[in-house]
Structures are given as structure tokens and as C-alpha cells.
């Protein structure tokens, strides 16, 4: 096994977990903003969005663009 195949390796175990951790971060914090704003159902409509990671983006940033406008 050469250092190169070694490197690659440790890349593909690592890269899981770190985008895992990533959704999972987006997930509670989506939660919590939605939580602030919407009470118990935000927790539920923030770990929605946060297991989708695309529309959890675009929902993040719609949040901290137009949040307060939006949800009053």
C-alpha cells in the first residue's frame, strides 16, 4: 500500500462523517430559529429542512435575510 492510496483512504472515512456532523449542525440550528419564531412545530419543520440539505441552505438564508419581516 503506498502513501497515496493511504491518504485516499483516510479522505473517504473522514469526508462521511464531517458532512454528517455539517447536517446535523444546520439541523438544530434550523430547529432553533424556527423554534424562536413558530414554537414546538419550527423544531419539527427546522429537522425537515435539515435533513434535506438543499432546501435547508435556501431556507437558512431566506431566514436570516427576511426573518423577522416574514414571521413577523
Known sequence: MSKDS???NLEQETSVPIQTIIRIGLMAYLANICYGYMGTIG???GIVLGVIPV???IALIVILIWGDSIFG
Open 55 to 57: 432546501l435547508g441552505s
Open 6 to 8: 493511504a491518504e485516499e
Open 43 to 45: 423544531i419539527v419543520l
